[in-house]
């Protein structure tokens, strides 16, 4: 059993190494998208999840405990792939320009995920309703931001 688990662990731990992360330097215009790519991505996973989260708060179907912590790890992600991708240094003047557009629409889904968060701390559960849209409009922007630069999902 202790084999079967070694070799297990070794497997997926070989297996994250083929994945695609958004770290290290970007010398190029497409590797510096595909890195963007990847920011996008888990962005929008973070937002889904907590437009998920508001939802399912303000119809009374979560504790507020875990409301107010699953809240703050989705807000704790985005700023962590947000920090991860600003990190990165544009290779040119048009990744830089990749750079600015997709900041903005990070900065719009922090600060929504953030308003989640907030609500969720304070029990305003019923209040979190209204948050969705907000957060809906983020996923989309993402997903028409991840179409437009050629992921394919």
């Known amino acids: 059993?202790?084999?079967?688990?070694?070799?297990?662990?070794?497997?997926?731990?070989?297996?994250?190494?083929?994945?695609?992360?958004?770290?290290?330097?970007?010398?190029?215009?497409?590797?510096?998208?595909?890195?963007?790519?990847?920011?996008?991505?888990?962005?929008?996973?973070?937002v889904a999840t907590a437009r998920l989260l508001a939802e399912t708060a303000s119809e009374g179907k979560t504790f507020g405990g875990y409301a107010a912590t699953s809240a703050s790890e989705s807000e704790d992600a985005l700023s962590a792939t947000i920090g991860t991708f600003d990190s990165i240094q544009p290779p040119n003047a048009r990744s830089q320009e990749l750079r600015d557009e997709l900041d903005s629409l990070l900065q719009d889904a922090l600060t929504r995920v953030t308003d989640v968060r907030i609500a969720a701390r304070r029990g305003q559960f019923s209040e979190m309703a209204q948050l969705t849209a907000g957060l809906q409009d983020s996923e989309i922007a993402l997903t028409d931001w991840l179409e437009a630069h050629g992921a394919k999902d």
Do not use: D, F, I
């Open 1 to 46: 059993m202790r084999k079967r688990a070694a070799c297990l662990l070794l497997t997926l731990v070989a297996l994250g190494g083929c994945v695609a992360h958004p770290v290290g330097p970007a010398r190029t215009y497409s590797s510096y998208e595909a890195k963007a790519r990847t920011t996008a991505s888990s962005a929008r996973s973070s």
